[in-house]
């Protein structure tokens, strides 16, 4: 079975400080990974992305990704901070064999002014 | 906006009822998933359906069910509704699997 384990439920930060929001999977198979972005009572945003190619990712937003096959992780990662990105982060995977995502416990970025 | 549209945005009803969540896709989009999200639960995978079939089943009540339509709208079904219950449903679409979803606005059970 898959599984996704976003290791911090909360992550205080100084606006324009740098952050790294961390998520492990457990696949022994080729995945795609996922960070959707939920602001308060709205639905979930994609992020960004990997799927193939390069394992640094880009995405909206100025926050990016790192893909690391022999640790299975997929971190987030943002070099300044805004007050308006305070907002739940999930971290998502999907077995690229398969139709299921699979989806982490979310950590609540709050930015602090 | 994902292009996901979900309707009611709330809905508040009794223990006991039944309620239905309709959702429509984003245009061309053939899967729709279903899941739910509550405070004590985190989000939870419940049903996805791909071009009219079922697809895949996570963790749906058997209290609960789904079907996509020809038109590709999917509609959730919540029977015999009880307090726990009460939490935001989402529908989510994508062009294929495996590919990323796009999220709709969510709606907001109560059950009282």
């Known amino acids: 079975a898959q599984s996704v384990t976003q290791l911090d439920s909360q992550v205080p930060v100084f606006e324009e400080a740098p952050v790294e929001l961390r998520c492990n999977y457990s696949s022994s198979v080729s995945v795609y990974l996922f960070w959707y972005v939920q602001y308060p009572n709205q639905g979930l945003q994609l992020l960004l992305k990997y799927l193939s190619g390069s394992t640094l990712v880009k995405g909206i937003n100025g926050f990016e990704a790192e893909f690391n096959k022999s640790q299975t992780s997929f971190h987030l990662r943002k070099p300044s901070v805004h007050i308006s990105d305070t907002a739940e982060y999930f971290c998502?995977?999907?077995?690229?064999?398969?139709?299921?995502?699979?989806f982490g416990t979310g950590t609540s970025l709050t930015v602090i002014p | 906006d994902s292009g996901v549209t979900q309707t009611p945005k709330h809905l508040i009803t009794a223990t006991g009822q039944r309620v239905t969540l309709r959702c429509s896709p984003r245009?061309?989009?053939?899967?729709v998933y279903w899941y739910q999200q509550s405070l004590d639960q985190g989000l939870q995978f419940l049903i996805q359906y791909y071009n009219g079939e079922e697809r895949a089943k996570g963790n749906i009540l058997e209290r609960f069910s789904a079907q996509q339509f020809p038109d590709l709208h999917s509609e959730l079904n919540l029977s015999s509704l009880e307090l726990g219950d009460s939490a935001l449903y989402f529908c989510?679409?994508?062009?294929?699997?495996?590919?990323?979803?796009?999220f709709g606005p969510g709606t907001r059970l109560t059950v009282t």
């Open positions: 989510a679409s994508s062009a294929r699997d495996g590919y990323e979803q796009y």
């Open positions: 245009s061309g989009d053939l899967s």
């Open positions: 998502a995977v999907n077995v690229n064999t398969g139709n299921q995502f699979y």
